[in-house]
């Protein structure tokens, strides 16, 4: 009570925050007149007077208010827009790296203009991240011109741009992009094979727009880069044509904790079936040598009763495209991890492309949190606050709305089913739309916008429909959702970032009817005329109260329905919003209070009838804030798990690029030979044993397998007083002459490029197997609980010491390669295989975003022709291990065979697959 008390007379303490930069922004407006009697040539010389004063002993802070109140200025010449004060306010917060909830129509992409500039000028570059690759361009285009008009450089990062083309915007002073092509671009660079193929510069300063989608939303899953592996088709087909016999008894699913399992029965059954087909080895399902078909099995379990077609997929084309839970949008070109993709399209009897094995992964946490500084708007944070701040250390500061919100929100209207639902929100419609009203209706699935959509058709209701299926115009439609008696229908968020302005959008309409129309007179008058009639229908929607959002369902999160209900309400307009619910929702049906609703059945609510109650509205707000408990905690995991490859990685990326930056590694490679000689002799050659118990037979194989070498051990042994440091020693020394000798016959740069390419790509080649290594760990680790142990620390241990055997792999194997090659001089004609890029969850099989490469048809080639690295080229023995052999190559000297199953062209006798295709 004395809290509330408190907060009444002081204000809260976002209020206290944003009221003490009140001075700040008093500076900023001190400068206006200053800059306002500028010349353009005048102002543009401000960013020269800011880098010299920040060369000097000025910081960023120290030029803030002049250096806010000069892009203030520029955005009035260059837009024709003049900076609010709030939007003053959140350029402050964003440039101290915190989060600015704004709302909808508030100007946040203008506000970034403050925070970006000031944070560009010291020239480390500043970069924008949005949520698709249209707000990237479009923004880099609008407020390019501010940032042009000021002297600095503007670059944007879309699909399909070469190398060049990346490294340059990246070298500008403000880069736009997505996040996906961020996250990419960052492990592409760290599989390249020298610093001047990399296109990033370290990172300095980034403003993530719509900060709640990218950071919270997707960041469950992981973006990963990877590559084919060997077809398993006919085991799909096998597994899911057997599962489809399954009945419910055989598997128990749990729609709250999205898992389904065998029962005892079911079991019993797949055991059965399975041994009858030969698909496992022996009776028992779970037995060691099974592990492939349970794998399978429990996949196409997942695909066939957890996951639904319109719903969590679509098929077009004979593709199964993945559907965005948060967006409703089509992610085409993206795929289920772990071989769930590969299980629906058995499922839908469409063509079953191969599975891939990661080569690189990195989560949103951990590549964000890389960056010294970062920031970020959206209009809805708050209820994720204690988040942002445990993953991020970023603060949330809400903005005060220039001018008031005068939308109403009313309370929910919940009703006994979904066809009752679905009449009431079709009346409302009808009722709203004959007024005139625009209406914007929101829905959870494409489904239940379909549904809708036919309610709607049958009384004849004009409507647009924008949902995964038709997200190529979703822009251009939501623009105009504010037009007299517009419907629009959109699935969740699509559309975000683009304003509804009441009486629709002039710049849209004027792009969507003049785009064939030549500059002219003629094209004036038709622009004027649209400006008159979008003005007309503007006054006329006011009257009949703004624009009306309706919500057909409640979303897990609150913060997504309040982002729905941000849409109305844009800078002071009048609007209104309201959520229809029934008792078929997923979330009442999945997480809410059963008693609750069997008490108002009860109470005998009659068909079509509606309740409409505050307390109702407080009893599903709870349930989303269980489910929001919930995904934090997933999340969290996602994070705790990924820190431990996250230290892993930094390891192994700072490795890679200490040999790049190297002038030579001979130093390195000398210590590898060493360590490995000692680790081989303390091996068969136990410290404080005699001579008589060594394994010489093993040691003189192991030596011979490594190092190409068959020193007089016998001879040595035959000594007396030999230890086991001392036949190290001549061991060494013998390795030592020989590779002394074999550097002596190449040039000098040639061998430095041998031992760099040998040391990078055997270092990529383990580190690609130990990431499937530990995503397998990963999978199973939870099953240590049972045994009262915590998972993450079992994981920790395991990975650790996983990483300690990576790292005692790769030293062997250099030195096997280095010891064992023939060097001649040919040209590489081999070169790796393109590769693929995706955003998987880890623990779900979820994917949460758009592939923005793929569906733009771009295949990303994350390393170049080796041609250009290395003029020599490495021969191996045909005895030669297949980890030495995909080491060799790496390097590259057998061109690709037609079929992977096919005899490598090296003569080994191997299979392709198993010989210099291991990598592929």
């Known amino acids: 009570m004395f809290a509330a008390l408190a907060k009444n007379i002081f204000g809260s303490s976002n209020d206290r925050y944003v009221r003490s930069l009140g001075k700040i922004v008093d500076a900023i407006n001190g400068f206006e007149p200053a800059m306002a009697a500028m010349s353009d040539d005048e102002l543009r010389g401000q960013t020269l007077r800011f880098r010299e004063r920040l060369a000097g002993e000025d910081a960023l802070d120290d030029i803030l208010p002049e250096a806010f109140a000069t892009v203030r200025e520029a955005a009035k010449r260059s837009l024709g827009q003049r900076h609010y004060d709030v939007q003053l306010i959140g350029g402050i917060a964003l440039h101290r790296g915190e989060i600015a909830e704004m709302r909808t129509g508030e100007g946040k992409t203008l506000v970034a203009t403050l925070a970006v500039y000031l944070n560009a000028l010291p020239g480390k570059g500043a970069h924008v991240v949005t949520v698709n690759d249209y707000l990237a361009r479009r923004d880099a285009d609008w407020m390019g011109q501010v940032y042009r008009f000021l002297g600095l450089t503007v670059g944007v990062i879309v699909p399909n741009l070469t190398d060049e083309d990346r490294k340059a915007a990246y070298g500008s002073d403000i880069t736009y992009g997505t996040n996906n092509e961020f996250g990419f671009d960052y492990l592409r660079d760290n599989m390249k094979y020298s610093r001047e193929q990399m296109v990033q510069r370290p990172f300095n300063f980034a403003i993530v727009d719509e900060v709640d989608s990218i950071l919270i939303d997707e960041a469950r899953t992981p973006l990963i880069i990877s590559g084919p592996t060997d077809d398993k088709s006919e085991l799909y087909l096998s597994t899911d044509a057997l599962v489809k016999t399954f009945v419910e008894s055989d598997y128990e699913l749990d729609e709250k904790q999205k898992s389904i399992v065998l029962t005892e029965e079911g079991t019993e059954n797949a055991e059965r079936m399975l041994e009858a087909q030969g698909l496992i080895e022996g009776a028992n399902l779970y037995a060691v040598s099974n592990t492939q078909v349970v794998h399978h099995l429990n996949q196409a379990l997942k695909a066939n009763k957890m996951f639904k077609r319109d719903i969590d997929y679509i098929v077009k084309d004979g593709k199964v495209i993945i559907i965005d839970e948060f ?137 647009e429909v924008l949902n995964a299926r038709f997200h190529e115009s979703e822009a251009h439609i939501v623009a105009q959702a504010g037009s007299m008696s517009a419907v629009t ?50 006054r006329l929607v006011l009257e009949v109260g703004g624009l009306f959002v309706l919500g057909t369902e409640r979303h897990e999160s609150r913060r997504i329905d309040n982002q729905l209900r941000g849409r109305s309400g844009r800078q002071g307009d009048p609007g209104l919003s309201r959520f229809y619910l029934s008792l078929d929702d997923d979330l009442l049906r999945i997480f809410g209070p059963q008693t609750m609703f069997a008490r108002l059945m009860n109470k005998n609510l009659e068909d079509g009838e509606a309740i409409v109650s505050p307390w109702i509205s407080k009893a599903i707000e709870t349930a989303q804030k269980k489910v929001e408990a919930r995904n934090y905690d997933i999340r969290k995991q996602v994070v705790e798990f990924d820190d431990v490859m996250n230290d892993q990685r930094k390891v192994i990326y700072e490795q890679r690029a200490d040999i790049m930056d190297s002038e030579h590694v001979s130093d390195v490679v000398t210590d590898m030979r060493a360590e490995t000689i000692a680790s081989i002799v303390a091996a068969h050659c136990p410290p404080g044993t005699y001579p008589e118990q060594w394994d010489v037979a093993g040691l003189k194989d192991s030596v011979d397998a490594v190092l190409g070498i068959q020193p007089p051990i016998d001879a040595w042994l035959s000594e007396e007083s030999v230890e086991p440091d001392m036949v190290a020693e001549r061991i060494q020394a013998e390795a030592d002459g020989i590779m002394n000798a074999k550097i002596a016959s190449v040039e000098n740069d040639h061998w430095v490029q041998i031992e760099k390419s040998v040391l990078i790509q055997t270092l990529d080649h383990f580190w690609k197997e130990h990431l499937a290594t530990l995503d397998a760990l990963r999978q199973v680790i939870h099953l240590r609980s049972y045994a009262q142990k915590k998972p993450i620390d079992e994981y920790k241990q395991e990975a650790f010491l996983l990483f300690e055997r990576l790292l005692i792999a790769i030293r062997e194997d250099c030195t096997r390669v280095l010891m064992r090659a023939q060097v001649t001089l040919e040209p590489a004609p081999f070169e790796l295989p393109d590769f693929i890029t995706s955003h998987i969850d880890p623990l779900s099989g979820d994917d949460d975003t758009a592939d923005i490469d793929r569906a733009t048809g771009a295949i990303l080639s994350s390393r170049p022709p080796l041609q250009s690295l290395l003029p020599p080229m490495l021969s191996l023995d045909p005895g030669a291990t297949d980890a030495e052999r995909a080491a060799g190559a790496m390097i590259g000297t057998v061109p690709e065979p037609e079929s992977r199953n096919s005899p490598c062209p090296c003569g080994s006798g191997r299979k392709y697959k198993h010989c210099h295709g291991a990598l592929a």
Do not use: C
């Not at 559309?495 to 785009?515: A, P, S």
């Open 327 to 463: 967006t409703g949008r089509m992610m085409d070109g993206r795929r289920w991890s772990d071989g769930l993709h590969q299980a629906v399209e058995a499922k839908e009897a469409v063509a079953i492309e191969p599975e891939n094995q990661t080569l690189a992964s990195i989560t949103f946490q951990n590549f964000f949190r890389m960056y010294p500084k970062l920031s970020g708007m959206t209009g809805t944070a708050l209820t994720e606050a204690p988040e942002f701040f445990d993953i991020y250390k970023m603060n949330v500061v809400s903005i005060p709305t220039n001018v008031d919100v005068l939308r109403v929100d009313e309370d929910d209207e919940f009703y006994k089913n979904i066809t009752d639902k679905f009449a009431a929100i079709a009346d409302e419609i009808a009722k709203r739309k004959e007024k005139g009203q625009p209406i914007l209706v929101g829905t959870v699935s494409i489904e239940k916008s379909e549904m809708l959509s036919e309610f709607l058709n049958e009384r004849g209701i004009q409507h």
């Open 489 to 538: 229908i959109a699935t969740n968020m699509a559309g975000r970032g683009t304003d509804i302005q009441l009486g629709g959008n002039v710049e849209f309409r004027i792009e969507d009817e003049l785009k064939d129309v030549p500059e002219s007179s003629e094209r004036d008058a038709a622009i004027a005329k649209i400006k008159a009639e979008v003005a007309e229908q503007k």
